[in-house]
């Protein structure tokens, strides 16, 4: 079945730090990727996605492209604030699993001023 | 805000309980997922409608059933509580069946004593 390893936090980081987590996944299909992030106290909100490979998704900051050579989608951002203080969950959807989000273990992210 | 809807935020019972948990989508979407979020099995795909149809099971107790309503609201019940069941639970709304991104609510979250 359809399976998301991410790298295991937690992650601390000065603010201006590069970021980096790393996500890898297995599916039977050609799913598509997502990586969502939550707050504190507060429900998931989707970050950024890509449908197919080599497709780079971004939003605020954030990257992620769809390697689907290495089976791959890490997050990556060259700049991190205080604000970015969250935990990020990789995620896929595939047509084979009724797409369903399928989610990896969590980062739990911190950033220092 | 992501225009998902829960009700209760919050949720204290005791062991052999039953609760009702509610959900209402975003205006327009006709899809309604419920991901349950606890310590040792990190986020869980439950169950999935469609328009009223269930469409999609996950790993969901034979004690925890779910409908979707005509007014597209969904409400998850969760019979015979045990301690276990302690979590947060999550509603996300899509439009439709398929990769549409998913929209989630802020949360259930259900402590059982």
């Known amino acids: 079945g359809d399976s998301v390893t991410q790298m295991e936090g937690p992650v601390t980081l000065s603010e201006e730090a590069f970021l980096t987590i790393n996500c890898t996944y297995t599916?039977?299909?050609?799913?598509?990727l997502f990586w969502y992030v939550q707050y504190p106290g507060e429900g998931l909100q989707l970050l950024l996605k890509?449908?197919?490979?080599?497709d780079k998704g971004s939003n605020k900051g954030f990257e992620a492209t769809y390697r689907k050579e290495t089976t791959s989608f890490h997050l990556e951002k060259g700049s991190v604030q205080v604000s970015d203080s969250a935990v990020y969950f990789c995620?896929?959807?595939?047509?084979?699993?009724?797409?369903?989000?399928?989610f990896g273990a969590g980062t739990t992210v911190t950033v220092r001023a | 805000d992501s225009g998902v809807t829960q009700t209760p935020k919050h949720l204290i019972t005791a062991t052999g309980q039953r609760v009702t948990l509610r959900c209402s989508p975003r205006s327009g979407d006709l899809s309604v997922y419920w991901y349950q979020q606890s310590l040792d099995q990190g986020l869980q795909f439950l169950i999935q409608y469609y328009n009223g149809e269930e469409r999609a099971k996950g790993n969901i107790l034979e004690r925890f059933s779910a409908q979707q309503f005509p007014d597209l609201h969904s409400e998850l019940n969760l019979s015979s509580l045990e301690l276990g069941d302690s979590a947060l639970y999550f509603c996300?709304?899509?439009?439709?069946?398929?990769?549409?991104?998913?929209?989630f609510g802020p949360g259930t979250r259900l402590t059982v004593t």
């Open positions: 599916a039977t299909g050609y799913p598509s």
């Open positions: 996300a709304s899509s439009v439709g069946q398929g990769v549409y991104e998913q929209y």
């Open positions: 995620a896929l959807s595939d047509r084979g699993n009724d797409y369903k989000l399928s």
């Open positions: 890509a449908t197919k490979a080599d």
